[in-house]
């Protein structure tokens, strides 16, 4: 029983270290990415890799195609491709979606529990996953429009400045996915 309790956890973590890498190199709501399949996973002719939002699966109901824009993630997420149907971060255990309430907890617990291996990574103790968004769209704010930061973000001008731009120093948050991704 042990044995499988730690396979358990393996498989969450990973699946986790997948979800956060692919809602910090893209900005995906966390409901959003428990519901990708692999048919909504591209890659264009410049190795760009892109992900479609269709609008079923979208918060707002209207679909989008992002690009992936830390491309080692997007290698990574290329690597480990399955089947159309299949979904991208499903359950740890099975090919079934992952409930919100399930995601959210999961990723909650992984997060609490890394904040406590370092002082550098005690910021995770109040973050959530739904932060990558905030963080990726102030980094970008100097350098995009308002309404493109908006549409790749799947809402509107007024909620993108009121809820996602934040002029808080990033750099910490960064430096702890690299040194996440590293540990690999």
């Not at 910090?24 to 996973?41: F, P």
């Amino acid at each position: 029983m042990p044995q499988a309790h730690k396979r358990e956890a393996k498989a969450r973590h990973a699946r986790i270290i997948q979800l956060t890498e692919l809602q910090l190199a893209t900005g995906l709501r966390a409901s959003e990415a428990r519901q990708i399949t692999w048919a909504d996973v591209t890659q264009d002719d410049h190795g760009v890799v892109w992900v479609t939002v269709r609008p079923e699966i979208s918060k707002t109901k209207v679909g989008r195609t992002i690009p992936v824009l830390v491309p080692e993630v997007g290698k990574r997420l290329l690597a480990r491709k399955g089947k159309d149907e299949e979904l991208v971060i499903p359950q740890p255990n099975s090919g079934k979606p992952w409930d919100k309430a399930g995601v959210h907890k999961a990723v909650r617990d992984y997060y609490e529990g890394v904040a406590g291996t370092s002082e550098d990574l005690a910021f995770l103790k109040k973050i959530r996953s739904h932060a990558w968004r905030g963080a990726l769209n102030t980094i970008t704010a100097p350098h995009l429009r308002p309404d493109i930061r908006a549409a790749y973000f799947g809402h509107t001008e007024k909620v993108n400045a009121r809820a996602y731009t934040d002029h808080v120093n990033v750099r910490p948050m960064m430096k702890a996915v690299e040194a996440l991704t590293q540990r690999e």
